[in-house]
């Protein structure tokens, strides 16, 4: 089974930084897409950074900037450098993979992030 947990959450201060870590086991593909997620109350789940196995990146037009994704292919991590957070910014935030014929999508258990005004 595929597993991911999520690490790093917590509390922080407006302007302040967070580093989000994601750690994987089981069966993960080679070729895969490893992102961010993150999702308040009343709000759908949004993404908000993502990485394929070959590097290239996406970022929510809120967090360009701000936010940097990185991975670590032969250890199936990826993680989440974040800076200059704002209030807006607090949600609960998921790992996620995506791989397979399908794409079909893991997530995590999700790690709360507040960030203070």
């Known amino acids: 089974q595929v597993q991911l947990v999520e690490s790093g959450g917590g509390l922080v201060q407006a302007g302040g930084s967070l580093r989000l870590s994601c750690a994987t086991s089981?069966?993960?593909?080679?070729?895969?897409?490893m992102g961010w997620y993150r999702q308040v109350p009343g709000k759908q789940r949004e993404l908000v950074a993502a990485?394929?196995?070959?590097?290239?990146?996406n970022y929510a037009n809120s967090v360009k900037g701000r936010f940097t994704i990185s991975r670590d292919n032969a250890k199936n991590t990826v993680s989440l450098q974040m800076n200059s957070l704002k209030p807006e910014d607090t949600a609960v935030y998921y790992c996620?993979?995506?791989?397979?014929?399908?794409?079909?999508?893991?997530w995590g258990q999700g790690t709360q992030v507040t960030v203070s005004s």
């Open positions: 996620n993979v995506k791989q397979g014929p399908a794409l079909y999508d893991y």
């Open positions: 089981g069966r993960i593909s080679s070729i895969n897409v």
């Open positions: 990485i394929t196995s070959a590097g290239s990146t």
